[in-house]
């Protein structure tokens, strides 16, 4: 069974930055396309980036130029760099993968973005 555990939200000014982490178990981690999700309060949950497993990246526009995402398939973990936090990023994090079934999705981390 795919264990995913989030870690590394927080309270974070306008402007400010976190980066988080999912450590994945369980599964053969390098072999699978890895994404952020996140969900806001009353919103459909929402992928913000992915990678694969060559490492080439995909942000949504609304996040582009800001986040960076990346992995460590020795670790079995993969990161989001956030800069130039916003108010609209404050959300629930979660990672999983982005194929066409998702594993059990873990807890999430808060990212909360005060203006």
């Known amino acids: 069974q795919v264990q995913l555990v989030e870690s590394g939200g927080g309270l974070v000014q306008a402007g400010g930055s976190l980066r988080l982490s999912c450590a994945a178990s369980?599964?053969?981690?390098?072999?699978?396309?890895m994404g952020w999700y996140r969900q806001a309060p009353g919103k459909q949950r929402e992928v913000v980036a992915h990678?694969?497993?060559?490492?080439?990246?995909h942000y949504a526009d609304s996040v582009k130029g800001r986040f960076t995402i990346s992995r460590d398939n020795a670790k079995n973990t993969v990161y989001l760099q956030m800069n130039s936090l916003k108010p609209e990023d404050t959300a629930v994090y979660y990672c999983?993968?982005?194929?066409?079934?998702?594993w059990g999705w873990g807890q999430g981390t808060q990212v909360t973005v005060s203006s």
């Open positions: 990678i694969t497993s060559f490492g080439t990246s």
């Open positions: 999983n993968n982005v194929g066409l079934t998702q």
């Open positions: 369980g599964t053969i981690f390098s072999m699978y396309v």
